[in-house]
Each structure stands twice: as structure tokens, then as C-alpha cells.
């Protein structure tokens, strides 16, 4: 075939890409905004529950996962301590809060999949 019929295809697939990569966006920054607006004050219930606990928090980007044990819930943020490490996640990205799975003999598993 003509390297010229190729074009059209992959200039097609481009556009649908950023398309999507924007949709993605665009609903992030709606949920935010509502949040924002309404409060969080489910996320954050739903966080007390956890409070000294090992959990997985994920947030609205599938890369980042945290690990560690919830020591704090405030208004806006969680507090997750970690080897001896504290880290505040902003509970407006936080999305899903488990516990740590385990497997049949009460330790925790070395591969989590999500």
C-alpha cells in the first residue's frame, strides 16, 4: 500500500489518544470541584474506620498507591506513617481506602493486584 493511506490512519489515532487522555482530566477535575463544593466529609468517615489499621490508599492516578498505617484524619488530609516516615495525602485524590490483604495464615501478601 501507498505510505500515503498510513497518514490519515495514524494522524486518526493521535487525535482519539489525547481525546481520551483529556476526558480523563476533565472528570478528575469535575469530582474535585464537587467535592470541593459539597465537602468530603464521606471519604473522611470512611477513613476514621481505618485509623490504625495498614491500609492502601489509591488515589485518582492508577500509579500512585500508598502504603502504611493511618495515624491522622483531618479535614482535608490523611496522615500515613510508613518505616518511621509520615506522609499527608490530600483526601480530594483519594478514591479507594482498604486494608492490607491478607492471606490464609494472617501475614500480610507479597503481591497485591489491583
Known amino acids: 500500500m501507498n505510505p500515503s493511506t498510513y497518514i490519515p490512519i495514524i ?6 489518544f489525547i481525546m481520551f487522555r483529556n476526558r480523563r482530566a476533565v472528570v478528575a477535575r469535575q469530582i ?3 467535592r470541593k ?5 464521606e471519604m ?3 477513613a476514621k474506620r481505618f485509623i490504625d489499621k495498614e491500609c ?3 488515589s485518582f492516578d492508577s500509579n500512585h498507591q500508598f502504603e502504611g498505617v493511618i495515624k491522622e484524619v483531618s479535614d482535608c488530609a490523611i496522615l500515613v506513617e510508613k ?3 509520615v506522609e499527608a495525602i490530600n483526601l480530594d ?5 482498604r486494608e492490607f490483604p491478607k492471606n490464609k495464615k494472617g501475614k500480610k501478601k507479597s503481591v497485591v493486584l489491583d
Do not use: H, Q
Not at 494522524?11 to 482519539?16: G, K, R, S
Not at 485524590?93 to 481506602?97: A, C, G, L, M, Q
Open 44 to 46: 473522611k468517615e470512611f
Open 37 to 41: 463544593m459539597e465537602g468530603n466529609t
Open 11 to 16: 494522524v486518526l489515532w493521535i487525535i482519539i
Open 93 to 97: 485524590f483519594v478514591i479507594r481506602i
Open 32 to 34: 474535585i470541584k464537587k
Open 83 to 85: 518505616n518511621g516516615t
Open 56 to 58: 492502601l490508599i489509591s
